[in-house]
């Protein structure tokens, strides 16, 4: 049996390339293993903390970034896992459908064997995993994560995933915080300053960048809807500002990024 992995795990120590930066993987669904480090791991419908022994599961074309408290404690190991290995278990396949992301608080002895599936699957040679062994470790990995997802969060992260799931909800409308403190019930203070703690920038930045990256993706669709429309549906009331703001972001104006996409 051939059961493509796009990319074999690897290890990584230290400051994240992606840090507090939106990205996403088209080729595979991302799983990562925290092995020490403290933070949070931010995709478009919530947050979850990012902690040692933390299991991760941010399904392709999510939308996601991490954002440690140090960046020189952070040690973490990553794979990118093809449809064919999700798909082989129909309990997984049903739990994973449609999730954006998931997350399992694993104990010292499974965060261990989790370590031992990761380096199973790093010795195969070629990105095809054709050893049984190999394919049974990425399988056993998602198994590891489905039973042990973790529901219940602390309040603050329950609290920030209500309010970025309402951003995103709202992204097309005028947000202000006032309003966003009334719909997530808490005073703006807290909300700023445990936004800013969590997800490293304020939730003015976190509005602007994903709008950004709402209008990446249309600029990017086949359609070819006018920047002014493009604009107005991203949520920003003018063409200039936007046009503006999208060239400071990017480092392109909207037609070179789409011209160039």
Not at 204 to 232: C, G, N, P
Request: hydrophobic share 40%; aromatic share 10%.
């Amino acid at each position: 049996m051939s059961v493509n992995i796009t990319s074999k795990p690897y290890r990584e120590r230290g400051r994240d390339k992606m840090y507090n930066t939106w990205h996403r993987n088209y080729e595979g669904a991302e799983l990562l293993l925290v092995l020490e480090g403290t933070g949070s791991v931010v995709f478009k419908s919530g947050i979850y903390p990012l902690v040692k022994g933390g299991l991760y599961y941010i399904a392709g074309g999510t939308l996601h970034y991490t954002l440690p408290d140090d960046t020189a404690k952070y040690d973490r190991i990553k794979m990118l896992v093809g449809f064919p290995v999700i798909s082989a278990d129909k309990d997984v396949l049903n739990f994973l459908s449609e999730k954006e992301a998931v997350f399992a608080l694993l104990s010292p002895e499974k965060t261990e064997k989790a370590k031992e599936l990761f380096e199973i699957i790093a010795s195969e040679d070629e990105h095809l995993m054709k050893n049984a062994e190999a394919f049974a470790s990425a399988l056993g990995l998602l198994v590891m994560l489905c039973r042990n997802s973790s529901g219940a969060l602390k309040a603050s992260y329950d609290i920030m995933s209500s309010v970025i799931s309402y951003i995103n909800e709202h992204i097309v409308e005028q947000i202000n915080i006032d309003g966003l403190c009334a719909a997530v019930h808490t005073s703006k203070y807290h909300l700023c300053r445990k936004f800013k703690k969590h997800m490293g920038i304020t939730i003015m930045q976190y509005i602007t960048e994903t709008r950004i990256e709402l209008a990446k993706d249309m600029l990017r669709a086949e359609d070819k809807t006018s920047v002014s429309e493009i604009s107005e549906k991203c949520g920003f009331t003018n063409v200039s500002y936007f046009c503006a703001v999208f060239k400071k972001t990017v480092g392109l104006s909207p037609l070179e990024y789409r011209n160039n996409k």
